[in-house]
């Protein structure tokens, strides 16, 4: 069998990935060699480059975009998430990259200068300016409580919050917990549709989270690196749960008009049925969709091809009609 990967490149692959899963990655700049970011920027990176894009999709069918001109990009990394946000808003004018590894951050820096040269590339300062879209991705299991404290200290100054994390459970509820902290300075964006508590901290919810599921690209897997890596690693490349939150500093108007709820993970599908975690501001609740009842609906659910921001029309606990945001017809 034809291998597309050394064997130093497999071993510090295998180093990477048994940091991250036993939760030790946060414990010191674990960086050493330039050629380790730059495999870890094309491999585990690069899927979270594929969450990012999932997120960056939502908000531009629920039309948000920063009004913030300069970005932090905060445990950059190699900076894979400065770079998607710079590459989804071209109106932003500058990016500022902040890690624990000096050697991370000057990769993030080449790279972002090489893609977007019409960007102002700097390090991070201990006060924001006003006009910030502080940006986050898989930081928030390296982060002792202190530090994590000290993290919504610097988010309170942003104008604007997009946090992405991986899909367990643990990270999820973290990030709910971050919600609450701020939800008295920020207007929550995405996922929630709603500025009340979060309906996951009932008691009967504690075995919930909140996380969706991002698409991989089709073309990985007619790619025979990306399936060699897969085979190597052990990892499902179909596979991508993240969790998210999207902030902003209140307006007149909310980000997403009353009524609408949002889809918990995946429908669970059953004989002629799916059951749909749904969060609204009443709360969480699991909704039955039957076939018969809203065939295009149960469909485009199944299929994962309906957006996850729908007006459910409900009768005794199931979904008979749907609107999908902002005024689609109803799909029936």
Same mark, same amino acid.
């Given at each position: 069998? #034809?291998?597309?990967?050394?064997?130093?490149?497999?071993a510090?692959?295998?180093?990477?990935?048994e940091?991250?899963?036993a939760?030790t990655?946060?414990?010191?700049?674990?960086?050493?060699l330039?050629?380790d970011?730059?495999?870890?920027?094309?491999?585990f990176?690069?899927?979270?480059?594929?969450?990012?894009?999932?997120?960056?999709?939502?908000?531009?069918?629920r039309?948000?975009?920063?009004?913030?001109r300069?970005?932090l990009?905060?445990g950059? *990394?190699?900076?894979?998430?400065g770079?998607?946000?710079?590459a989804?808003?071209p109106?932003?004018?500058?990016?500022?990259?902040?890690?624990?590894? =000096?050697?991370?951050? %000057?990769?993030?820096?080449?790279?972002?200068?090489?893609?977007?040269?019409?960007?102002?590339?700097?390090?991070?300062?201990?006060?924001?300016?006003?006009?910030?879209?502080?940006?986050?991705?898989?930081?928030?299991s390296e982060?002792?409580?202190?530090e994590?404290?000290?993290l919504?200290?610097?988010?309170r100054?942003?104008?604007? #919050?997009?946090?992405?994390?991986?899909?367990?459970?643990?990270?999820?509820?973290?990030l709910?917990?971050?919600?609450?902290?701020? %939800?008295?300075?920020?207007a929550?964006?995405a996922?929630c549709?709603?500025?009340?508590a979060?309906?996951?901290?009932t008691?009967?919810?504690?075995?919930?989270?909140?996380?969706h599921?991002?698409a991989?690209?089709?073309? #990985?897997f007619?790619d025979?690196?990306w399936?060699d890596? *897969?085979r190597?690693?052990?990892?499902?490349?179909?596979?991508l749960?993240?969790?998210f939150?999207?902030?902003?500093?209140?307006?007149?108007?909310?980000p997403?008009?009353?009524?609408?709820?949002?889809?918990?993970?995946? =429908?669970?599908?059953?004989?002629?049925?799916?059951k749909?975690l749904?969060?609204?501001?009443?709360?969480?609740?699991?909704?039955i969709?039957?076939?018969?009842?809203?065939?295009?609906?149960?469909?485009?659910?199944?299929?994962?091809?309906?957006?996850?921001?729908q007006?459910?029309?409900?009768?005794?606990?199931?979904?008979?009609?749907?609107?999908?945001?902002?005024?689609?017809?109803?799909a029936?």
């Amino acid at each position: 069998m #034809i291998k597309y990967w050394t064997c130093p490149e497999l071993a510090a692959l295998r180093r990477m990935r048994e940091r991250f899963l036993a939760g030790t990655a946060g414990a010191q700049d674990y960086w050493r060699l330039p050629e380790d970011i730059a495999l870890y920027d094309r491999t585990f990176a690069e899927r979270i480059g594929w969450k990012w894009d999932a997120v960056l999709a939502e908000l531009t069918a629920r039309a948000w975009q920063p009004q913030s001109r300069h970005v932090l990009d905060w445990g950059c *990394g190699s900076g894979v998430a400065g770079r998607r946000v710079l590459a989804q808003w071209p109106h932003l004018a500058s990016l500022a990259l902040h890690d624990r590894s =000096p050697l991370a951050v %000057r990769y993030a820096a080449e790279k972002a200068r090489a893609d977007f040269p019409q960007v102002s590339i700097r390090g991070a300062e201990p006060t924001l300016p006003p006009d910030t879209l502080l940006v986050l991705s898989h930081v928030i299991s390296e982060l002792p409580e202190r530090e994590l404290a000290q993290l919504l200290d610097l988010a309170r100054q942003a104008r604007e #919050i997009v946090w992405v994390e991986a899909g367990t459970h643990a990270d999820s509820r973290r990030l709910v917990a971050v919600r609450e902290s701020l %939800r008295a300075e920020f207007a929550a964006v995405a996922p929630c549709t709603h500025q009340r508590a979060c309906g996951l901290l009932t008691a009967g919810n504690a075995r919930h989270w909140c996380h969706h599921f991002a698409a991989a690209p089709s073309t #990985i897997f007619q790619d025979a690196r990306w399936m060699d890596f *897969g085979r190597e690693l052990g990892i499902d490349l179909r596979s991508l749960p993240y969790s998210f939150l999207v902030l902003e500093r209140p307006r007149a108007t909310p980000p997403t008009p009353a009524g609408f709820s949002h889809v918990i993970g995946e =429908p669970r599908e059953g004989k002629g049925h799916l059951k749909v975690l749904s969060c609204h501001a009443d709360g969480v609740a699991e909704l039955i969709l039957q076939k018969r009842d809203a065939p295009a609906l149960y469909r485009a659910l199944r299929k994962g091809e309906a957006t996850p921001v729908q007006r459910w029309q409900v009768v005794e606990g199931k979904i008979v009609a749907a609107t999908e945001f902002p005024d689609s017809d109803p799909a029936a």
